[in-house]
């Protein structure tokens, strides 16, 4: 269940559109001023720069304050307890960020933003001490790595799907398609499951944009899409993403992608101006 309903969410993204229309000189200052209370939502806001300050400072916190007490309780060479505190600063976390939505009203005002996020993190972090308390060694080999971008793509979709954080949805997508890139040796069926991983969210996300057209949740949808879209042309891409894995140049698979790299461009274009969708046009 999400955490604001669909008429919140409509409201505000009309208002925002009234006050562009205002400023364009779409709308006179009088049918703005009467328009905008029948937009009221009870939710309380910020501006960007604030925003993006109370999140710093509330992520800053709430790390130091689980990292004391690890060192209180004395979690060093314990990953068992580490873990076990990881996992309950998880919950706390997303708790907590719930009650600020459902209780405070609090709306993208960056302290409840910290809060879930946070909440991402000590997820992925107490994944990785719990692999590592199973193995019984220190951090080596994929399952370490396999377990955070699991949980991390779980927990990042599980905060898009409560509080409708867009680019939690796409840090989701970035962990999924990185997780075929850990087992094997194998370049060319790394990138293919990564390619498909991200067209399977491509795909979703435009049949969710086309049902719900320019209106919420449409417009989340529509972001999603085209980051996947940029992703896929970054997987193919094989210089331009060198630093994921290493390729065999001359390769039938090296010169396929090769031209994926002229046509994915031209299917884009053609589907952005079909679509009129001008996130992924641009």
């Known amino acids: 269940m999400s955490a604001y309903t669909d008429d919140q969410e409509r409201d505000i993204r009309v208002g925002r559109l009234v006050k562009d229309w205002a400023r364009s000189g779409l709308l006179s200052e009088e049918q703005r001023d009467r328009i905008l209370p029948e937009l009221k939502v009870d939710l309380r806001r910020t501006n960007l720069f604030l925003r993006g300050t109370l999140f710093l400072f509330t992520l800053l916190i709430v790390q130091s304050t689980i990292g004391l007490v690890m060192i209180a309780v004395g979690t060093t ?4 307890i580490a873990t076990v505190l990881l996992v309950i600063g998880s919950a706390a976390n997303f708790w907590v960020a719930n009650v600020l939505v459902r209780r405070f009203h609090l709306y993208r005002f960056g302290v409840e933003e910290a809060m879930a996020v946070a909440s991402v993190i000590f997820a992925v972090a107490a994944a990785v001490f719990a692999v590592i308390a199973v193995q019984g060694s220190s951090f080596s080999g994929d399952a370490p790595w396999l377990s955070a971008l699991c949980v991390g793509a779980a927990m990042s979709l599980a905060l898009f799907l409560h509080f409708g954080f ?6 989701a997508m970035v962990f999924a398609a990185c997780v075929p890139f850990l ?3 194998n370049d060319t069926v790394h990138r293919v499951l990564s390619a498909a991983v991200l067209a399977a969210v491509f795909v979703m996300a435009r049949r969710e944009r086309e049902e719900h057209g320019r209106e919420f949740p449409g417009d989340n949808y529509a972001i999603i899409e085209a980051a996947a879209w940029i992703g896929i042309y970054l997987v193919i891409n094989l210089p331009l993403s060198s630093w994921l894995s290493q390729w065999d140049a001359g390769t039938p698979f090296y010169w396929g992608t090769y031209a994926a790299t002229w046509l994915l461009p031209i299917a884009g274009l053609w589907i952005a101006v079909r679509d009129r969708h001008r996130l992924l046009l641009d």
């Open 77 to 80: 060479g314990d990953e068992g």
């Open 166 to 171: 867009v680019y939690a949805a796409i840090v």
């Open 183 to 185: 087992p094997g040796d």
